[in-house]
């Protein structure tokens, strides 16, 4: 009994042998292997099976104890594209979402136990009527060639309240660069001109962002819109209504000084700096559209009005006058407009584009801010006042 006592004492306190129960030896296989790790957990920041989620959600995949490899996401409207953050921890989608739409999510990620996994999720989205929605009109149109004063306008069909929000989201940028600022005209449209006339030449881009943005009360942009554009050459044309003359500039070169009449008292022409907006080979003059009644001995309805260049919304044009022929460069017989021969007219007509811009001066009118695009009537200072950031 000592003596098998002494051996259990020496068994307790001796070295231990390996594979015996007792740690393993340095250097031995079980030493070497690692046993610390931990699978990977991706998480969306959408719950599986949502419904009604807003179009305006940042979709997000996350992965902890490890990183995200892949993640595919997918709807009716097509692929969402997304970027990895730095660590590889966080996807993030590029775009916002659509309504009333179903979201399928695949994400794969590794853990840092090594071991790759996949979950699958699926969600829908909020559906919205289109009242709900607001769709951004962009001028100058896709493709267009305009004068130096054509401001960009974008124009909702539903109000926007959060102004600040969408202005984030839309910009202009030319080559050469030019300086410039939003102005808000009114809870649907806003425009843009840059610091001084473009310069000729210009190539334009414009991109309104805003597709599911929040624009308050309930509403979402409806789409994203993007438009280039050029500017042509530098069309000024300089009226004086006391001298009763149009100077023609091209790129700072007179190319013509044409005799003119323009309104005459109670129809005085407005000074200021217009921009041509539209013009007709031959436009119907009515004036009951300008407020002159057919009991009114000032009242007229000329068809067929021959090169008509269109200054302000409230019918300001340069065009063809036959008839006044006789007061051109002499005297002011207009209701307002500036009316030249039929030659000088359709000669005029054949090189201007809309952008293109009229001064007149020598009234006591003033041209009115948002009679037209009237944007160059502010200065600069005062335009970026109007910007909602």
């Not at 009242?131 to 100058?140: F, I, L, N």
């Not at 200054?311 to 044009?317: A, P, V």
Request: glycine share 12%; with cysteine; net charge neutral.
């Amino acid at each position: 009994m000592l003596m098998i006592g002494a051996l259990a004492l020496s068994a307790c306190g001796g070295p231990a042998t390996p594979g015996a129960g007792g740690p393993p030896a340095p250097g031995s296989p079980a030493a070497d292997t690692a046993v610390d790790g931990s699978p990977v957990v991706l998480k969306t920041n959408v719950p599986q099976g949502a419904t009604g989620v807003a179009v305006d959600k940042v979709l997000t995949v996350t992965a902890t104890s490890g990183t995200v490899s892949a993640v595919d996401v997918t709807s009716k409207a097509g692929p969402v594209a997304g970027t990895l953050s730095g660590d590889g921890r966080t996807w993030r989608a590029k775009s916002l979402l659509e309504p009333g739409a179903t979201y399928r999510i695949r994400a794969t990620g590794v853990g840092s136990d090594g071991n790759e996994r996949t979950t699958r999720s699926r969600f829908e989205t909020q559906a919205l009527t289109l009242d709900q929605q607001t769709y951004p009109s962009v001028a100058p149109l896709a493709g267009q060639t305009v004068g130096v004063g054509m401001p960009v306008i974008v124009h909702f069909d539903v109000p926007v309240h959060n102004k600040a929000l969408f202005e984030r989201h839309m910009s202009v940028d030319s080559k050469p660069a030019q300086a410039g600022s939003w102005y808000w005209i009114s809870d649907t449209e806003a425009h843009w001109r840059p610091k001084t006339y473009w310069k000729p030449g210009s190539k334009v881009s414009v991109h309104v962002d805003v597709n599911s943005l929040p624009a308050g009360d309930g509403v979402y942009g409806q789409l994203d819109k993007d438009v280039d554009f050029k500017v042509g050459a530098a069309h000024i044309y300089k009226v004086n209504t006391q001298t009763d003359e149009m100077r023609v500039y091209s790129n700072g070169r007179l190319l013509r000084t044409i005799p003119v009449t323009t309104g005459k008292p109670g129809f005085v022409t407005r000074s200021g700096i217009k921009v041509i907006i539209e013009k007709f080979a031959k436009h119907t003059m009515d004036s009951e559209t300008i407020g002159i009644g057919k009991s009114s001995p000032e009242y007229y309805d000329m068809k067929d009005v021959q090169w008509a260049m269109r200054m302000t919304y409230s019918g300001e044009f340069l065009h063809a006058a036959p008839w006044s022929v006789y007061a051109q460069g002499h005297e002011n017989v207009s209701h307002g407009c500036t009316g030249m021969s039929t030659a000088d007219a359709q000669w005029l007509y054949d090189m201007t584009i809309p952008g293109d811009v009229v001064v007149e001066t020598g009234t006591d009118r003033p041209m009115e801010f948002t009679n037209g695009y009237g944007d160059w009537n502010k200065s600069y200072a005062d335009y970026q006042k109007g910007s909602a950031l």
